[in-house]
């Protein structure tokens, strides 16, 4: 059996493995409340180097994560293959929430399609790197993007992206501010 490694960053054949995968998964908690665990999927995942890297946050019925960056920057970011090569692959490390009215913002976008609904940019800055085996993971075939949230966004548009915002992404589920219009 393959035990776990811990690794200090992203070597070029994690880097790969990334690359292949079709979801991710992010999670966060602030000192007290909810740990909060989201599935992301789409191309909103970005290697910048071996210890930073960024993800598109969509717009979503919650909040959570930038709630929690504003309490408490640590985040996990988990991949794992559902295919013929078990892995599972952890990133930990300290996150940065960056909205459109920041600089890094403009800075990062670059890296992404330009998408209806982005709603922050997550940079983790990587302190530990953790496979696992995955020999427990059904295999699960892949058969494409879903088009729903892409479709929402664009039929709401820039205007009612900011009213949704305004009604369901102020606060996370725990009453912590997001951040999203200051």
């Known amino acids: 059996m393959i035990m776990g490694k811990q690794l200090p960053q992203l070597t070029d054949k994690l880097k790969e493995f990334i690359s292949n995968q079709k979801i991710f998964f992010v999670g966060t908690a602030a000192e007290t409340g909810r740990v909060n665990v989201s599935p992301k999927g789409m191309a909103t995942f970005?290697?910048?180097?071996?210890?930073?890297?960024?993800?598109?946050?969509?717009?979503?019925?919650?909040?959570?994560?930038?709630?929690?960056?504003?309490?408490?920057?640590?985040?996990?970011?988990?991949?794992?293959?559902?295919?013929?090569?078990?892995?599972?692959?952890?990133?930990?490390?300290?996150?940065?929430?960056?909205?459109?009215?920041?600089?890094?913002?403009?800075?990062?976008?670059?890296?992404?399609?330009?998408?209806?609904?982005?709603?922050?940019?997550?940079?983790?800055?990587?302190?530990?790197?953790?496979t696992s085996c995955g020999f427990g993971v059904p295999f699960m075939e892949y058969t494409g993007e879903r088009e729903t949230l892409k479709v929402w966004s664009e039929q709401k548009g820039e205007r009612g992206i900011k009213e949704y915002w305004t009604e369901k992404n102020q606060t996370s589920i725990d009453g912590l501010e997001t951040g999203i219009f200051e």
């Not at 985040?75 to 794992?80: A, D, G």
């Not at 930990?92 to 909205?99: I, L, N, S, T, W």
């Open 46 to 130: 970005y290697i910048l180097n071996e210890q930073e890297v960024l993800w598109l946050n969509m717009t979503g019925s919650g909040n959570e994560t930038a709630a929690h960056m504003l309490k408490d920057p640590r985040m996990t970011i988990m991949f794992c293959s559902f295919d013929k090569n078990p892995l599972i692959l952890r990133l930990y490390g300290k996150g940065e929430v960056f909205h459109e009215r920041d600089e890094a913002f403009g800075k990062y976008i670059t890296h992404f399609e330009e998408t209806a609904g982005a709603r922050q940019i997550f940079k983790l800055n990587i302190d530990l790197v953790q």
